[in-house]
Antibody, heavy 115, light 107 residues
Framework: EVQLVETGGGLIQPGGSLRLSCAAS????????MSWVRQAPGKGLEWVSV???????YYADSVKGRFTISRDNSKNMVYLQMNTLRAEDTAVYYC?????????WGQGTLVTVSS | EIVLTQSPDFQSVTPKEKVTITCRAS??????LHWYQQKPGQSPKLLIK???QSILGVPSRFSGSGSGTDFTLTINSLEAEDVAAYYC?????????FGQGTRLEIK
């Protein structure tokens, strides 16, 4: 059974850093595309980043240069390193297995950027 | 950036009603259009992939159609459990984008 579990969210001050983790089971992250998608409170879905099976990465303009997606094949995990956080980064962050479409999603982890 | 515009933003519906949600892309995306359902407090769930391909486990009352720039999600004979927000998503080009969402409410 495919399962994705995100951890690492919390309250962080503007300008701070946070690393989100996504533990995958039931499939191999290194053989798939993995994405992060976020949803601000009461708002719609916003794609953040993707890492391809070959290691190529892409980012939304809103996070480029501040966020870094990576994975640890030995642990079957995906990460999102978030630096220089802003109030507008406040959202639930979802990890999703992606192959064009997002066929599996985690439960999400809430990141709140506030002083 | 490819902009996806959904209509309507909100619809009040009755059980057994047929519901149609449209998604228009700002440029042609072929069939690289997918639909999701998000119930309150839950993660999104894939309903339809590549415009019209059904997903195992999704009720047959959900169907999709379209190609190019105009797409439709149809819910035949709506059930109370279908109250949710629905989003379209394009994977044709970066940045990946979503529609703004359509929220369904039971009358």
């Amino acid at each position: 059974e495919v399962q994705l579990v995100e951890t690492g969210g919390g309250l962080i001050q503007p300008g701070g850093s946070l690393r989100l983790s996504c533990a995958a089971s039931g499939f191999t992250v290194s053989s798939n595309y993995m994405s992060w998608v976020r949803q601000a409170p009461g708002k719609g879905l916003e794609w953040v980043s993707v890492i391809y099976s070959g290691g190529t990465t892409y980012y939304a303009d809103s996070v480029k240069g501040r966020f870094t997606i990576s994975r640890d094949n030995s642990k079957n995990m995906v990460y999102l390193q978030m630096n220089t956080l802003r109030a507008e980064d406040t959202a639930v962050y979802y990890c999703a297995k992606a192959w064009g479409h997002f066929d599996y999603w985690g439960q999400g982890t809430l990141v709140t950027v506030s002083s | 950036e490819i902009v996806l515009t959904q209509s309507p933003d909100f619809q009040s519906v009755t059980p057994k009603e047929k519901v149609t949600i449209t998604c228009r892309a700002s440029q042609s995306i072929g069939n690289s259009l997918h639909w999701y359902q998000q119930k309150p407090g839950q993660s999104p769930k894939l309903l339809i992939k590549y415009a019209s391909q059904s997903i195992l486990g999704v009720p047959s009352r959900f169907s999709g159609s379209g190609s190019g720039t105009d797409f439709t999600l149809t819910i035949n004979s709506l059930e109370a459990e279908d109250v949710a927000a629905y989003y379209c998503h394009q994977s044709s080009s970066f940045p990946i984008t979503f529609g703004q969402g359509t929220r369904l409410e039971i009358k």
